[in-house]
């Protein structure tokens, strides 16, 4: 399939500690070289797994150790007023470990400091709600989404979704089209704009005639005009607009897109992201679709996602209400409204 283009993110993509470079001693004479270490101690059996796993645990615990002693030194806010109590600091090892920013990370606990009671602080399960909450709060999250909600103008209610190539704009649009229709009994159209490839309008096609909903391909500003104007003479209650994906150093098109949103002034534009790319390809993206108009965001794929808190960072930096999050390619199933303790439980580590 499409995909955006992004690097899948494995592993750790920012180091934990801060480690300095040591001053550079002056050359010494060079001293004489190692023996090679005999052959019968390459050949030395594997260790066993029980003894890595503890080996493993056993550094574990080091660099906590030292990532402790490394703030205490350095004195961040979080860590003022003494040593962090232990359930604490394991939440903060979460956040991060989840890809949450220090400056975030220290935001929560500091909070939580603030509103438990030392003997509170002591017990694993009130830390662990009391961090679920702060970073909820954090989370800035549109309580109109999924909900029903009329249009305050007398035409359907438009919603356009946006965004790179392959990051599951159409299954979406096909998601919220079906619990439109299937749950809220609203009357729903869909307008796709994605005419570049007759595989991407088939694939609306395809979803529009099994949810039973009308489909209308435009192809330019006038016949977006015009299918929005069917939509509201058909008493349609919404109408989902999916376009073309952007690669986003594509500028023309950026601009050919911004022009069909300005045509059909949609009452929520919805920017898509995929929850498997880079904080650095999210924000970028970002940035190249303000150019066309951006009131919400939806993450997709979160059941690829690699951390969590990298889209805490996202929408935090980029100050846009987090309308839905998907969950999987089934359609309509994977999909919900983005609720804040919903994704403040999948930074602390619970599944999807
Ligand atoms: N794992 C996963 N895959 C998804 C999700 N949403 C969409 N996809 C897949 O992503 C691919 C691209 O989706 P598509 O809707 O065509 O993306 P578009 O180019 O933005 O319209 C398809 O294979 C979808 O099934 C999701 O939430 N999770
Ligand atoms: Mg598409």
Known sequence: ????????????????????????????????APAAPPLASLAAPAPGTEQLAREM??????????????????????????????????????LLKQEVTEELAEEVVQQVRATLRPEQIEQESVVRHAVLDAVARLIPTDDTAGKLVRSPD??????????????????????????????????????????????AVDQLRTYAGIIGVPLH??????????ALRRCAADGCDVVLMDTAGRSQRDDPRLEQLAGYVRTANPHEVHLVLSSTCTQAVLLEAVERFAKVRTDRII?????????????????????????????GQEVPHHIEPGRPDRLAALMLGERI
């Open 217 to 226: 391909v435009a192809a330019s500003a006038a016949e977006l005009g015009e």
């Open 57 to 94: 645990h056993a550094v574990k615990r080091l660099v906590e150790q030292m990532l402790r002693q490394q703030r205490q030194r350095q004195g961040p806010a979080a860590f003022q007023g003494g040593d962090m109590p232990d359930k604490l600091f394991d939440q903060y090892l979460n």
């Open 299 to 327: 993450f997709t794929k979160l059941d690829e996602a690699v951390s969590f808190g990298v889209l805490l960072n996202v929408v935090r930096k980029v100050n846009k209400r987090l309308s839905f999050v998907t969950t």
């Open 154 to 199: 007398g035409r359907p209610r438009i919603i356009a979704l946006i965004g790179p190539t392959g990051v599951g704009k159409t299954t979406t649009v096909a998601k919220l089209a079906a619990n439109f229709k299937l749950k809220q009994r609203q009357s729903v159209g869909l307008i796709t704009l994605d005419t570049y490839r007759i595989a």
């Open 1 to 32: 399939m499409v995909t955006d283009g992004a690097p899948a993110v494995g592993g750790r993509r920012r180091s934990a500690g801060g480690g300095h470079a040591r001053a550079r001693a002056p050359p010494a004479p060079a001293p004489p």
